[in-house]
């Protein structure tokens, strides 16, 4: 999914596949384990994610989370909350968002 939107690219980050677009991470897999995903919103985005889909989305822990790093849940993964969460994130990285990696 991550790949099918506009000049997203696939590379290795922390020993994981990373998502990136214009260089900026917008989502990684299988950290910290396989069955996780990661995508990279704003905290507000979180905030609407995680009330929505409380058994997909949850914070990443400590700082990133509370920056917006987001884990997917993938087993209790519903493929059109993905796909909304992965576009979210390629627009924050692909818009210039000012959340680091």
């Known amino acids: 999914m991550a ?3 506009p000049d997203a690219s696939e ?3 922390m020993g994981h596949p990373g998502f990136r677009v214009g260089g900026k991470i917008f989502a990684t897999l299988s950290y910290p384990k ?5 995508v ?6 979180q905030e609407l994610f995680v ?10 822990p400590g700082g990133w ?21 992965l576009s979210v994130a390629w627009r924050n ?3 210039g968002g000012s959340q680091g990696e």
């Not at 396989?34 to 990661?38: I, V």
């Not at 990279?40 to 985005?45: D, F, H, K, R, V």
């Open 3 to 5: 790949l099918s939107l």
């Open 11 to 13: 590379a290795a980050h």
């Open 34 to 38: 396989a069955g996780f995903g990661m």
């Open 40 to 45: 990279a919103l704003t905290p507000e985005q």
């Open 51 to 60: 009330r929505t889909e409380p058994k997909t989305f949850v914070p990443v």
């Open 65 to 85: 989370g509370k920056k917006g790093s987001t884990h997917v849940m993938l087993r209790a993964a519903k493929k059109a909350a993905v796909r909304e969460a």
């Open 93 to 95: 990285r692909a818009g």
